[in-house]
Nanobody
Framework: QVQLVESGGRLVQAGDSLRLSCAAS????????MAWFRQAPGKEREFVAR????????TYADSVKGRFTIFRDNAKNTVYLQMNNLKSEDTAVYYC????????????????WGQGTQVTVSS
C-alpha cells in the first residue's frame, strides 16, 4: 500500500524550469519503480520518465530527453521530476505512479497513482 502526493505544478513561461515532487508513504518505498506520466486535454495519458527500484536506472520519453531528469531520494520517500527548457507542448496534468515492477511504460501496469499536478507553459 502506497499513497502518492504530487506538488510543484504551476504556470510558467516557455524556457523556464520547474521541479515537481512526489511524496510517497509506505515502508518499502525503495523497492518500487517510480514513474511520471502526463495527460493533456483530449489526449491519452503518456509516459514521461521512469526510475527503477534498484540501481537508479532511468528511462525517458523521446519528447523530454535532454530536458527532463527523474531522480529519487529514498531517505525522504520522494521522487522528483526536474523539467528544464519547458515548451508549450509540455502543458498537461502530471501524475506520479508507483509499482513493484522494474520495467514498464504502460499506465495500467502501475498500481498506485497520485491525483496529479497541473503544469501550464505559456508561449
Amino acid at each position: 500500500q502506497v499513497q502518492l502526493v504530487e506538488s510543484g505544478g504551476r504556470l510558467v513561461q516557455a524556457g523556464d524550469s520547474l521541479r515537481l515532487s512526489c511524496a510517497a508513504s509506505g515502508r518499502t518505498f525503495s523497492s518500487y519503480t517510480m514513474a511520471w506520466f502526463r495527460q493533456a486535454p483530449g489526449k491519452e495519458r503518456e509516459f514521461v520518465a521512469r526510475i527503477r527500484r534498484t540501481y537508479a536506472i532511468t528511462t525517458y520519453a523521446d519528447s523530454v530527453k535532454g530536458r527532463f531528469t527523474i531522480f529519487r531520494d529514498n531517505a525522504k520517500n520522494t521522487v522528483y521530476l526536474q523539467m528544464n527548457n519547458l515548451k508549450s507542448e509540455d502543458t498537461a496534468v502530471y501524475y506520479c505512479a508507483a509499482d513493484q515492477r522494474n520495467d514498464s511504460n504502460i499506465p495500467r501496469d502501475y498500481s498506485y497513482w497520485g491525483q496529479g499536478t497541473q503544469v501550464t507553459v505559456s508561449s
